[in-house]
Nanobody
Framework: QVHLVASGGGLAQAGGSLRLSCAAS????????FTWYRQAPGKQREFVAT???????NYADSVKGRFTISRDNAKNAAYLQMNSLKPEDTAVYYC???????????????WGQGTQVTVSS
């Protein structure tokens, strides 16, 4: 009913850029925050960036100044512009959105499937 899809991952060289997208579809009534997380092999998932429904943002220290999170409410989507990529940015990136559907009265977290980002040196 509510589906979240992450896309835009791929292979980049150090210093390069990638833009990730997170799009919600289905019976979406409202979306509070979008949050990006990432998980490298053998490590636990970590917070990357978040954007509120009013456009406020917060970033992990490791990506400040390099990554920019944004959203397009008309498209029910969020984006993560990643510049000055480093090999340590290599991970599977997951998008999470806090969503109220048209079918339910409560707010719930939905997760995208994840998109692989690989940065070579």
């Amino acid at each position: 009913q509510v589906h979240l899809v992450a896309s835009g991952g791929g292979l980049a060289q150090a210093g390069g850029s990638l833009r990730l997208s997170c799009a919600a579809s289905g019976s979406t009534f409202a979306i509070n925050a979008f949050t990006w997380y990432r998980q490298a092999p053998g490590k636990q998932r970590e917070f990357v960036a978040t954007v509120t429904n009013s456009g406020g943002t917060n970033y992990a220290d490791s990506v400040k100044g390099r990554f920019t999170i944004s959203r397009d409410n008309a498209k029910n989507a969020a984006y993560l512009q990643m510049n000055s990529l480093k090999p340590e940015d290599t991970a599977v990136y997951y998008c999470k959105a806090n969503i109220k559907s048209k079918s339910w009265s409560s707010w719930d977290d939905y997760w995208g499937q994840g998109t692989q980002v690989t940065v070579s040196s």
